[in-house]
Every structure is written in C-alpha cells, then in structure tokens.
C-alpha cells in the first residue's frame, strides 16, 4: 500500500497533535490536580501513536508509546506529577516535533531518543528521574576510581578556549570511553571515536595525548574533553554506536569551581533531592466536574488545500478582473443594455468572488502565537526567571503571506522581553513587584490593518543607557542626542548592531535581532513602534497589512503613465505652488505644518518622457516611513482602488524603488511605488 498518498496529511494532524501536546502540558503544569487535561494530552498521544505505526514510522511510535505509558499511569494516579517529570515530558514532545519535521523536510523520521526514553521507562517503574543523574555520577565515580583519581591538566591557551567557549554557549566535556578487553585494533576504535565526536563537537585535549592513542600506548580507557551543544546523552549514545566501545560515561566540566557536575539542568551533583512517594498523598477524591470527560465539540466541516493552489486560484481571478474591466469597456462603446445588465451582474459575483479567496488565503496569528508558551517556559528557566505569558486576540486572521514572515519577528521580540525587560525574581521583589514577570502578547483587527502588541511589566528601557551606547557606537553625535525626543531615543534600539547587553549569551547579546524585525515588518508594508516607562515595562506596537496580496492604493498618473502608491504609506495629498518651493542643501522641500518636508519628483526619478507642459501647481502626496516624511511629486490623482500585486519577477528585481505591479482593468500595467525605500 503507498503510505505518499497520505504523507501530507499525517504531517500536518502530526503537528496539531503535537501543539495539543504542549499547550495541554503547560495548562496541567499550572493545574497538576485536573487530570481531565491528562486525558487530552493522552487522546492525542495515543492518535499519534497509532498514526505513526501506520506509516512505518517505527522510531515515532515507539517514543509516542513509552510517553502515553506515563500519561496513563499519571490519570491512573499511579504516578505522581512533578518538575522533573514535566521536563522529561517536555523532552519527548520536543524529539517527537523534530522527527515529524524530518520527516516534512524529506527525512526518514529517526533520532536518537535512548536518554528520553530512559527517563520516561524508569518514571514508569515509578522511579525519579533525578535517579539517572546519580547513576550517572556513581559511573562516573567508578571510572575516577578506576583510573586511580587520574585528572586532566590544562594548559592556559586549553583553558582560555574552554571559557571562551562557555562564554559563547558551548558546553564542555570530559568523555571517558572504554574498550572492550578483547578489542584488538583499539587504535582504529579511537579513530572511529574521533570521528563520530568531531561532527558535532570540537575536541579540546586527549588523555593519554593522540599520538599515543594512535601507536595504541594505554590501557583500554581514554578521554577526551570536547566543547559543543550538543546534550551528555546525545554524545553518550553516538559514541556508544562504535563496535567494541564497552562503557561512555560523559562529565560536565564545571569551570567556575574547577569541579565535576552530571550533565543536569536542574540539579548538582552534590545536593539531588530525595523524591519521596507517599501513596497517602494521592489524590483520591475530585469534585464532580474534574470526574467528567471533556465535552465533545462538533468536528467542523474542512478540508485541506495547498497554499500553491490558491495562489493559482487567485492568478486566475486576476485574469478575469482583467477579461471584466474590458468587457465593462465593450459595454460603454457599444451601449447595449443587455451586455450592460450582463457586466454588472458579472462584477457583483466577481467582487464576492473575491471576498471569498481572500478569506480563503486568511489565516489566524494562533498558528504562529502557538510556538511561544512553550518558549517561553523553556527561557524563564534557562534565565532562572518566573515569566507568565498571556495570549489575547489569537483568533484574529492575517494572510497566509503575511503569516509566514511574522513569527522570526516576534520571537525576537519575546526573547528580547525575557532577556532585557524582565527581570530576576530577586530584583523584582526589591521593587516591590510580584516575583512572577508579566508578558502580554496581543493581536486585533483594526481598518485594514492587524495590530499585535507585546507588552511587559520589567525594567522598561533606561534612556541613558541607550543614548550612551548610540554615542560610544557613532551611532549619533551629542549635539544631536541633545534633540531627540523619549519615543526617538526608544527608536535607537533598532539601529544595526546595537545591543546594551553587557555579556553575550544564547539569549542576546550580538547586536543582532531587532535591526532584522525592524526591517523585517517595514519589508511587509507594516511598521513597529516602541512606548517604555523605565521599571514599569515596555509596549512593542507592530502594525501589519491584512493581506500582501490584495492592496488599497492611490493611483496617480505621471505623464502618461501611471503609479499606484499603498494607502498604508500616505499620510494626505496636497496641491502646492511652485512659488512656496525652497532650497535647503541641495534639495528642494516646502514647509509642512510648520516642518522642512523634502520633495521627490516622481518624473525625475523614473525617467519618465515628457511630453506635456508642466503646470503653476503641483500634485504632492504626502508619504511617511516611521517619523520620516516626504512628498511625491506627480502630475495628477487619479483614485482610490484595491489591486491584485504581482511580483516583476527576477529580470527586473533590481528596478529601483518598486515592489510590484499590478494589471487594470483597461489591461495597463501600473506600477507599485515602493514609499520605503524612496525615503530611505
């Protein structure tokens, strides 16, 4: 039977089944007692399971099956809930979405999962998981005795890089490795080691030194110290692949204290906690709505279309808003009645028509806001910070377009609220603020624009702070950091390069990120703007088109010719006189309500042929890109339409402020004026 028929399908359900996973899974975190959320997180476990064997996705079913074991223990009440559980959970969901993307990405679906499975298998017997870390210490111990307490020295330039490497994010490993007795080509084994290692790991030192491993002068034991990114368990097992290797034990190197840790998150070697199971504490008695099954929604009616299908559906009713305008055209000369009844019937059913594709291609923010609980849980505990995300607004729909390019944006700002604006449960009880942060992300229609906000309640943005590092980085001088406004000197953060962190981390750090969102929302017709109080929070307002293909835009004719500028852009038009033109360094501008604003001539710009005699008044259309303003100078306004935007193509991706064109309905091509890039 040919599974590729159904391959798409099982991805996508995959993946629902998988978000269910983890939003279940951070409700139960907050709610331990309502095991009706167990029961949820368990249906769609289960659905995975079996869709996964189904496919032949062996390693998928297998894990989906150790991890619906726990969950049904955990409902069963045979297994109490705990932190260290939620993290191994937490772990399993994370390998299961990495081998459905393998698999979306072509893959086979397999990875290594022997450490979570382990921990999920012993969760099961009833055993801590916190047990596997004193197993792992006492192997460790073993080996130290068993080598005779020997430790690995390091020389200074070994121990810079060590540091230098923890400064970036890399851990650092001792590995010892052990051969079985009866292996023969032990140098072969080291070098298949090496080899197996230095794909993902940089090897720092060996003990004994290499050229001893290579004329096979030790015993059957070595190590090598590594940095990477890679887990303890992921290293452990790669290693353990390598025929005739009889034992990995992996050890943290802990730099700070020049001492040795188990690869944990959590806990220290030296103070693991003892977990104690009192069946006494069960809980034996629920109220009456916990006792109930979930109430079962009606399934809604839906089918799944590819995006690439309806980008052809609309190519085609581009076509026939063209094939309408010329028939509308017909009509007019010929003055027929009939063919007059007949178009405007026809441009009623097209205008629903088209109503009915847009929506079509929306899609809600949900999709794109459901990756961030899990992040965001994932990040308060790596910065060792109490954070609660509250997700409004997340039914409101963007086009699938749109949607596609958000979600790197948004990250980045969520990561940069954790990072920056909330602060450490320490400091924010010393400011007299609830120890848990507040991250408010939000989303809502308003016009033809959507509008997401995030919001926090941390530090806010110190303003001097910011200006100082401008001026250190040349980003400005003092005599102009003496003008700016709060909003301008906020604005400073999304300069390129600019980052006040004072240590680089995973988080932040690199100057990198909120140049890229600026840029990033501006690419897609949209714009950001920041509002902060320092120690009450900051408020990140991202303002978004409905859609990227359907536009409301002024169309303006330049010569003979004609231009269509986005609405988003314009702030108003205006009638000028040649006479209230002035110079100012070159350029000619007038004043504007009291400001220089800069003119564009629209006929210079494109090199448009003239053929007509200019006249005493100009045609001005005010334009905007963040606070900056400038005037487009065309010879008349034509209207106001909503266009189909089509793309020129790659022949033409280098024309000079344009990012489109669009077909009338007279069939004449107009071009769409990029605001964006004229005022850059």
């Known amino acids: 039977m040919d599974m590729n028929q159904y391959l798409e399908v099982f991805i996508e359900e995959s993946k629902e089944h998988l978000q269910t996973c983890s939003e ?173 290692l230095e794909k993902s790991c940089e090897v720092i030192k060996s003990h004994p030194p290499v050229e001893l491993l290579e004329e096979e002068q030790f015993d059957q034991r070595f190590t090598i110290t590594v940095v990477t990114r890679e887990t303890s368990d992921e290293i452990k097992n790669k290693i353990m692949k390598v025929s005739e290797v009889d034992q990995v034990v992996v050890i943290a190197l802990d730099l700070e204290h020049l001492r040795y840790a188990a690869h944990s998150k959590d806990y220290k070697v030296t103070e693991i906690p003892k977990q104690e199971t009192n069946n006494a504490e069960l809980p034996t008695e629920y109220d009456d709505k916990k006792k109930q099954a979930p109430v079962k929604t009606a399934s809604s009616k839906t089918i799944r279309v590819n995006i690439e299908r309806l980008d052809i559906l609309m190519n085609l009713f581009e076509e026939l808003v063209i094939d309408r305008g010329r028939l509308d055209q017909i009509s007019s000369d010929l003055d027929n009645q009939e063919l007059h009844e007949t178009v405007e019937r026809m441009s009623r059913i097209t205008s629903d028509l088209q109503t009915i594709v847009l929506n079509m291609r929306m899609v809600p923010v949900e999709t794109v806001f459901n990756r961030f609980p899990k992040m965001v849980r994932q990040l308060a505990r790596d910065l060792n910070k109490k954070v609660n995300l509250e997700i409004n607004g997340a039914e409101t729909e963007l086009d699938r377009t749109v949607i596609d390019e958000i979600g790197d944006p948004l990250v980045h700002l969520i990561r940069n609220a954790m990072d920056h604006g909330i602060e450490t449960p320490e400091e924010r009880l010393a400011k007299g603020k609830n120890e848990e942060g507040k991250i408010l992300l939000k989303a809502y229609h308003s016009g033809n624009h959507v509008f997401i906000e995030i919001e926090d309640d941390g530090a806010g943005i110190n303003k001097d702070r910011v200006l100082n590092k401008a001026l250190s980085n040349g980003i400005l001088t003092k005599e102009t950091a003496a003008t700016l406004t709060d909003k301008q000197i906020y604005e400073l953060i999304f300069a390129s390069g600019f980052s006040t962190a004072e240590t680089i981390s995973d988080v932040s750090g690199r100057g990198v990120g909120l140049d890229v969102v600026k840029n990033t929302i501006e690419s897609l017709g949209g714009s950001v703007t920041i509002d902060s109080k320092e120690n009450e929070g900051s408020i990140f307002l991202i303002q978004l088109p409905l859609t990227l293909s359907i536009i409301s835009v002024m169309l303006v004719a330049i010569q003979n010719e004609k231009y269509a500028i986005p609405l988003s852009s314009i702030i108003e038009t205006a009638i000028i006189k040649k006479a209230d033109i002035m110079n100012a360094h070159n350029q000619q501008v007038i004043d504007f309500r009291g400001k220089v604003l800069p003119l564009l001539f629209l006929k210079d710009i494109f090199e448009v042929p003239i053929n007509q005699e200019e006249e005493e008044s100009l045609s001005v259309v005010i334009v905007r890109k963040g606070d900056k303003l400038a005037g487009l100078v065309v010879d008349s306004f034509i209207g106001q339409l909503e266009i189909v935007l089509k793309s020129l193509g790659n022949y033409l991706t280098s024309a000079f402020a344009i990012s489109g064109a669009t077909i009338l309905g007279d069939g004449q091509v107009a071009l769409i004026i990029d605001c964006n890039t004229l005022i850059h």
């Open 24 to 196: 279940q899974l951070l409700v139960l975190e907050k709610n331990p007692e309502d095991l009706s959320i167990v029961n949820e997180i368990f249906r769609s476990a289960h659905t995975l399971k079996g869709m996964s064997a189904t496919m032949g996705y062996e390693d998928l079913a297998n894990l989906t099956h150790k991890m619906e074991n726990v969950l049904d223990a955990i409902r069963n009440s045979q297994i109490v809930l705990s932190p260290e559980l939620f993290d191994v959970i937490f772990l399993a969901v994370d390998d299961l979405e990495a081998m459905v993307m393998s698999i979306a990405e072509g893959g086979d679906g397999k990875r290594n999962v022997m450490g979570v499975v382990h921990q999920l298998e012993m969760i099961e017997k009833g055993e801590s998981p916190v047990s596997s870390i004193i197993a792992e210490v006492a192997a460790a111990s073993a080996v130290l005795e068993k080598e005779e307490m020997t430790v690995v020295e390091y020389d200074e330039f070994e121990w810079t890089v060590l540091q230098q490497s923890k400064d970036q994010g890399f851990s650092s490993f001792e590995i010892s490795i052990g051969l079985r007795e009866d292996c023969l080509l032990k140098a072969a084994r080291v070098f298949m080691v090496f080899e197996v």
